[in-house]
Nanobody, 124 residues
Framework: VQLQASGGGLVQPGGSLRLSCAVS????????LGWFRQAPGKERERVSCISPSEGNTYYADSVQGRFTISRDNAKNTVYPQMNRLQSDDTAVYYCAADYYDSSFPLCYYGMDYWGKGTLVTVSS
């Protein structure tokens, strides 16, 4: 199983960025996908997750209304569209995949598979 995140970089405050994560080795129709981030000196936190059928989504309070998660199962890819970026959004962003079971939380730290991360820096 491989998850390859890309799209990170330097962006000015108030700007936008779209990350992508290519997933291989699992049938995406059965897997929830999500994004987590870890800022320097801080613990990893949940950002956003999406169920296989896109019926359920999770957003952290800190990104609600600014980030939108989507997935394209035909392309084996999950995206977060990140708008109105702030300096607090600076972090390494990780994508993750988890076999979906609606009786468990959609977005939690015990996801089955993780990518290596891509750095997003919000600075002027």
């Amino acid at each position: 199983v491989q998850l390859q995140a890309s799209g990170g970089g330097l962006v000015q405050p108030g700007g936008s960025l779209r990350l992508s994560c290519a997933v291989s080795g699992v049938p995406l129709d059965d897997y929830a996908l999500g994004w987590f981030r870890q800022a320097p000196g801080k613990e990893r936190e949940r950002v956003s997750c999406i169920s296989p059928s896109e019926g359920n989504t999770y957003y952290a309070d800190s990104v609600q209304g600014r980030f939108t998660i989507s997935r394209d199962n035909a392309k084996n890819t999950v995206y977060p569209q990140m708008n109105r970026l702030q300096s607090d959004d600076t972090a390494v962003y990780y994508c993750a995949a988890d076999y979906y079971d609606s009786s468990f939380p959609l977005c939690y730290y015990g996801m089955d598979y993780w990518g290596k991360g891509t750095l997003v820096t919000v600075s002027s």
